[in-house]
């Protein structure tokens, strides 16, 4: 208890003392933490955290909203929404039960509960409700392809030519034509047939990240490995898993595009087992599916074979980070920050490492470090981390 309480206090110490340089040397301190007082304060906390893709911290504050307002349709979509963002799916299941009354005939709603399903590869039930949205909204594109999704999923190639060609006539000329379009080819493996598709949906929205998953795999299927790789590093950099719509076709295809890839890209590993690109997009999806320890490997493996490589050796340290293992992980952000000494996020991960191991010393330097390359970020980090100090 004694260990605990002493590791405890070096812990808080350590994050005074640096919040304390921060304010001497740089002026910027931390605001306020805000007063939670009320529905409409609480709500906008939550969707602020949402925004930023920190379900966790959104599920509490929708908890908390729906304190206040009980009979709330934005609170009880935001805490079924967040539950199973963070991989909470029995809390998200027992709240669609708690919460039906709040949100029934909601079609948004019965899309995302197909979304769940999905995710559990229980596609019947799956298209079930994305069936039950069409009949909410029949001209609901997302809906559509789907279905198709969930058809290619289950190998019934009849039922995803109808549904993908279906959207074409339904939205000519939209993103959802040219991603059934893609899905359609992908569908009947003609993965060279799929890459200019993919590229025409990337031209069009570069935040797009399903997109790039989709210009990623077929290139590495066809053998364009450097096409694969720069494809898996913008898809790193995308933010769109951080989209909390549960209507956002993005979402779906994320989903499936991870299951799908994975398989595939352990077949062909074997055969390519020298090249680094194939190791670095498998890992990029082990980390999209938040299983960091293992994506942790798969990043040293690529940064084995290509020591000079920035993002192999930044991705495998941000894999450790989020594992808990910040020793081997400092190691990782080092040879980042050593190939790219401007690069904001190896610094700001020193920064983390520096907090969670009580060593105030690295903390202290990698905070001057990061308010050089970008104080507003660096103002950023030190909010959210006092915020969640205060909320633990």
């Known amino acids: 208890m004694k260990k605990k309480l002493r590791k405890l206090e070096k812990k808080s110490i350590a994050f005074i003392s640096v919040c304390f340089i921060f304010v001497i040397f740089f002026n910027c301190a931390a605001t306020a933490?805000?007063?939670?007082?009320?529905?409409?304060?609480?709500?906008?906390?939550?969707?602020?955290?949402?925004?930023a893709g920190d379900y966790?911290?959104?599920?509490?504050?929708?908890?908390?909203?729906?304190?206040f307002e009980p009979s709330s349709r934005?609170?009880?979509?935001?805490?079924?929404?967040?539950?199973?963002?963070?991989?909470q799916l029995g809390r998200a299941l027992s709240y669609i039960g708690k919460f039906k009354g709040n949100i029934e005939n909601d079609f948004e709603m019965s899309f995302f509960f197909g979304r769940v399903f999905f995710n559990q590869k229980l596609y019947s039930q799956a298209a079930a409700e994305f069936e039950k949205t069409l009949a909410l909204k029949p001209e609901f594109a997302p809906a559509r392809l789907a279905l198709g999704i969930c058809a290619v999923a289950a190998g019934d190639a009849k039922t995803f030519e109808a549904n993908f060609g279906a959207i074409e006539k339904l939205r000519p000329g939209s993103i959802e034509a040219d991603c059934a379009r893609a899905l359609r080819e992908l569908g009947r493996c003609a993965y060279k047939d799929s890459l200019p598709l993919f590229k025409k949906i990337v031209a069009r929205d570069a935040a797009f990240g399903p997109a790039y998953m989709g210009l990623a795999f077929c290139s590495a299927?066809?053998?364009?490995?450097?096409?694969?790789?720069?494809?898996?590093?913008?898809f790193?950099?995308?933010?769109?898993?951080?989209?909390?719509?549960?209507?956002?076709?993005?979402?779906?295809?994320?989903?499936?595009?991870?299951?799908?890839?994975?398989?595939?890209?352990?077949?062909?590993?074997?055969?390519?087992i020298e090249r680094h690109e194939v190791h670095f997009g498998?890992?990029?999806?082990?980390?999209?599916?938040?299983?960091?320890?293992?994506?942790?490997?798969?990043?040293?493996?690529?940064?084995?074979?290509?020591?000079?490589?920035?993002?192999?050796?930044?991705y495998c340290a941000e894999a450790l980070k989020n594992s808990?293992?910040?020793?081997?992980?400092?190691?990782?952000?080092?040879?980042?920050?050593?190939?790219?000494?401007?690069?904001?996020?190896?610094?700001?991960?020193?920064?983390?490492?520096g907090m969670e191991l009580?060593?105030?010393?690295?903390?202290?330097?990698a905070l001057k470090i990061m308010n050089k390359l970008d104080s507003k970020k660096t103002s950023e980090i030190l909010n959210s981390l006092l915020l969640r100090r205060t909320l633990e």
Do not use: W
Request: aromatic fraction near 14%; charged fraction near 25%; glycine fraction near 4%.
């Open 33 to 51: 933490v805000p007063i939670f007082d009320n529905y409409e304060v609480c709500l906008l906390r939550a969707n602020e955290f949402m925004a």
């Open 56 to 67: 966790r911290s959104a599920s509490v504050f929708f908890e908390i909203s729906l304190g």
């Open 74 to 87: 934005s609170a009880s979509r935001g805490h079924i929404i967040s539950s199973f963002e963070t991989a």
């Open 221 to 234: 299927m066809s053998g364009d490995y450097k096409t694969s790789f720069e494809a898996f590093a913008s």
């Open 236 to 272: 790193n950099e995308t933010p769109f898993q951080q989209s909390y719509d549960p209507c956002d076709i993005s979402l779906i295809m994320h989903e499936f595009f991870l299951e799908r890839f994975e398989r595939d890209l352990r077949k062909i590993l074997s055969d390519v």
């Open 282 to 314: 498998l890992a990029s999806l082990m980390y999209a599916k938040k299983k960091y320890a293992e994506a942790a490997d798969i990043f040293k493996t690529a940064a084995a074979l290509k020591p000079d490589c920035y993002e192999y050796n930044l």
């Open 324 to 353: 808990g293992d910040h020793d081997k992980a400092v190691i990782y952000y080092n040879k980042a920050a050593a190939i790219d000494g401007d690069s904001f996020e190896a610094t700001s991960g020193l920064f983390i490492c």
């Open 358 to 365: 009580c060593d105030s010393e690295m903390a202290a330097a």
